[in-house]
């Protein structure tokens, strides 16, 4: 099996270089055509590019986890984000229907509203608060034309590489006795890790059973607010010798509108992932326990 893995460079794009080396063989592109084997283009802003690539690799397999992920700039730059997250998907999901290529992509909490306090299900209706829940919606919508592919809905991502919440949580609790974390949105932090390790073992199946393809919700299972994420992680990283001023108990929960910030946020993120974990037959480890791996994964090598 050949697999182009685009966006190798982001927090889930650099678990899928390791998860999906079982699977075949890999052609790992970034955005920089410099950095990627024959010159191949990995810029989805770069739609001639990003056709004669799929045409001169001829995966088997496109897997897409770049994406224009800046929540608050896609509200000044609603071009830039739809071009990445919404266009560029659909050249993929076209370029895939010509060639009969397999095409994996990920969707975002961020496409639904948060409204109630009910796990989401694929069959909810959509309705983005923010430009990059639009965009995205429009990057869902235009890789399920493609009649074969798998779609992860996943939420509230970290990864060993890059910025994330919980890297940012441990350098101000390094800096700081107290801090206040939004306590009123409610998701599941779920590792980049998890969702690349999903993907391998949902594409095994797919190849014996292609009935499987469609939309899933993924995400760890649980449910926190960003407050109890950030208390869980500071009492783990404090067990593992973490040196931090701020305790558990010295984070303060505070209301959204504490922090408002240039998107809006879905208040409600839980994601049920039931048909996932039916369909492939898969458990999903609770939220905490990712975050223990991420912990020590970070802690031998903190300044990944
Ligand atoms: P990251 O921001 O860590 O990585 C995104 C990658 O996309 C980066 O490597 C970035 O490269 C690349 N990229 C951006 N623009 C382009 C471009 N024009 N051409 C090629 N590559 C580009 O994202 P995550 O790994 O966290 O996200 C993976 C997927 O999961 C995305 O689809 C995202 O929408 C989705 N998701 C993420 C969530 C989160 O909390 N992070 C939550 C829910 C869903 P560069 O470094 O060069 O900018």
Not at 143 to 149: L, S
């Amino acid at each position: 099996m050949k697999l182009l893995l685009l966006g190798c460079n982001g927090q889930v794009g650099w678990e899928l270089q390791r998860s999906l080396a079982v699977l075949g063989d890999v052609v790992a592109l970034q955005r920089d055509a410099s950095c990627n084997p024959q010159g191949l283009s990995g810029d989805l802003g770069d739609t001639p590019g990003l056709e004669d690539t799929i045409t001169r690799v001829q995966p088997d397999v496109i897997v897409n986890a770049a994406a224009y992920t800046a929540v608050d700039r896609a509200e000044a730059e609603p071009d830039d984000s739809h071009q990445i997250n919404a266009l560029a998907p659909a050249v993929i999901a076209r370029s895939a229907t010509k060639t009969g290529a397999f095409v994996v992509h990920y969707s975002s909490d961020y496409v639904f509203d948060g409204g109630g306090d009910q796990p989401w299900q694929e069959t909810d209706a959509p309705s983005p608060l923010s430009a990059y829940g639009r965009s995205k919606l429009a990057g869902d919508e235009a890789v399920a034309r493609c009649p074969r592919h798998l779609i992860l809905r996943t939420s509230w991502v970290y990864g060993v590489r890059g910025g994330n919440f919980p890297r940012t949580m441990l350098r101000l609790a390094q800096e700081r006795d107290q801090l206040s974390v939004v306590s009123d949105q409610w998701g599941a932090p779920t590792s980049a890790a998890l969702l690349a390790d999903i993907t391998a073992h949902c594409l095994h199946q797919l190849a014996r059973n292609p009935a499987l393809a469609g939309l899933y919700h993924c995400a760890a299972s649980g449910t926190t607010s960003w407050h109890g994420y950030a208390q869980q992680l500071f009492q783990q990283a404090r067990a593992l010798g973490w040196a931090l001023r701020a305790t558990p108990d010295k984070v303060l929960p505070v209301s959204s509108s504490h922090y408002p910030t240039v998107a809006r946020r879905p208040a409600n993120s839980r994601l049920d992932c039931s048909r996932l974990q039916t369909r492939f037959g898969l458990r999903l480890p609770p939220w905490q326990q990712g975050l223990t791996h991420w912990l020590q994964s970070i802690s031998e090598s903190p300044s990944a």
